[in-house]
């Protein structure tokens, strides 16, 4: 890793800026420090005298790509259920020190890590550099009513909580009911460090004795979240599938909306009006559904993936008609559930919803800044914006695909340093 006070210009570049421009063939952006200064044509920018000039030889540029939702917990398997009871809670730390390196390497320069004890302490250790990763966004500890998707299979309630645990596992949540416990709960996670409140609006597919639809946090509660998050400007973030649990979520405040198995018309509406965002994370559920049995995925988890991929894709393909604000997030947890195969969500918003290439991309950069709370920091190029970009093989607006092989991600620059280069 290298800091370069100075200016850097990257030059004959095919420059996407996400900002909705065409493509500039033979571009240039220019950056000083943490921000660019200048995208544009060759002509219309001046490299000035002293830059350091970085000839990218006509590839595709564009800003670093964004998860919108996943955890960092260092996960190996799909069984949920027996690998965080069976394995050494610093084994999950080191492993999730890999799985940084990997995301960064793949071109994700922002991550938002949508519940782990493991992301929210580990972010002093990126900073400082000692590990190397993406930005990443962290929750913390999740909150969760009791019986909630949160309230991790049902162990005894003191080891599921983290204020009680004598099994401190990466998902270990804050169990709350009623509106002066999540408030108190809300408070523990900022104490705590979190960057966002990460709530449980409805009941879920990993957890056994719940469904989906179910509704989880009553909507004062989730008022009561909000009001504490937004306190500290802060945003909250739901896990949200049923319809209700979506609307109470929306109505109550919550910025973002993960899953959405069972958005609704009503739910569009709402999320349009109140300008959420919606995160559907469908790539967990095209692994769970191709590798399901083989990586330990319990059988009623995979049940309920089964009966409800297909509505799920109907339902936010509407939404998404109805212009509804999509972002990209996979879910990934590490293992076969693997970071650094992030971009499949991309591919998967191609064939799934219909989008087309470029809008893929601005729903991985842009509208993902929106969804993790950066949206005026990063997810565009242009002037201002701290200096997050990618420098790709091939062409993604004809071939999406090639984001997926992070051999095709020859540069990564996060915030103006120069994390990969492999540029020849
Ligand atoms: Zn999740």
């Given amino acids: 890793m290298r800091s370069n006070g100075g200016l850097i210009a990257l030059v004959n570049a095919r420059v996407f800026d996400g900002t909705g421009r065409p493509l500039i063939e033979g571009g240039v952006v220019l950056i000083k420090g943490r921000e660019v200064v200048e995208v544009g044509s060759r002509g219309s920018v001046e490299v000035p005298e002293g830059a350091e000039v970085i000839d990218v030889g006509g590839r595709f540029v564009m800003p670093g790509l964004i998860d919108a939702h996943l955890h ?156 504490e998050a937004r306190a500290a400007k802060r945003f909250v973030h739901a896990h949200a599938q049923g319809a209700e649990g979506i609307k109470n979520s929306i109505i109550g405040g919550v910025k973002t909306i993960a899953h959405a198995i069972f958005i609704d018309e009503e739910c569009s509406a709402l999320a349009k009006e109140f300008n959420s965002v919606i995160v559907p994370t469908f790539s967990i559920v095209e692994k769970i559904l191709e590798l399901g049995p083989k990586i330990g995925i319990p059988e009623w988890g995979l049940r309920k993936a089964e009966e409800t991929h297909k509505e799920h894709v109907e339902n936010v393909r509407k939404a998404y008609k109805l212009g509804v604000k999509i972002a990209t997030g996979t879910d990934f947890c590490g293992g076969p559930l693997k970071h650094g195969d992030n971009a499949l969500e991309l591919k998967l918003f191609t064939e799934k919803l219909g989008m087309r ?38 062409n993604p607006l004809t071939d999406i695909n090639v984001l997926l092989n992070p051999n095709n991600v020859v540069m990564v620059m996060k915030e103006g340093n120069i994390v990969k280069n492999i540029l020849k």
């Avoid at 799985?99 to 302490?121: H, K, M, P, Q």
């Avoid at 991309?361 to 950066?374: M, S, Y």
Wanted: net charge negative.
């Fill in 72 to 227: 960092l917990i260092g996960m190996r398997t799909g069984d949920f259920v027996k690998e965080p009871l069976l394995t050494p809670y610093d084994t999950f730390v080191a492993r999730v020190v890999r799985d940084l390196e990997a995301l960064i390497n793949s071109g994700f320069t922002t991550v938002c890590d949508a519940g782990s004890v493991i992301a929210v302490r580990l972010k002093p250790a990126l900073t400082e550099g000692t590990v190397v990763g993406p930005r990443v966004v962290a929750a913390g500890m999740t909150l969760s009513p009791t019986f909630g998707h949160g309230d991790t299979h049902y162990l005894p309630i003191d080891y599921v909580d983290v204020r009680t645990t004598k099994l401190l596992t990466p998902l270990a949540s804050l169990i709350c009911d009623g509106v002066d416990e999540c408030r108190k709960a809300a408070r523990h996670a900022l104490r705590e460090g979190a960057d966002f409140i990460k709530i449980m609006a409805t009941g879920g597919v990993l957890s056994q004795r719940d469904r989906p639809e179910y509704r989880q946090f009553t909507l004062e509660e989730i008022k009561a979240i909000v009001d």
């Fill in 357 to 394: 290439p470029e809008e893929a991309l601005v729903a991985a950069t842009k509208v993902a800044a929106e969804a993790v709370g950066l949206e005026g920091k990063v997810g565009t190029l242009e002037k201002g914006k701290l200096a997050d970009l990618i420098v790709v093989n091939g």
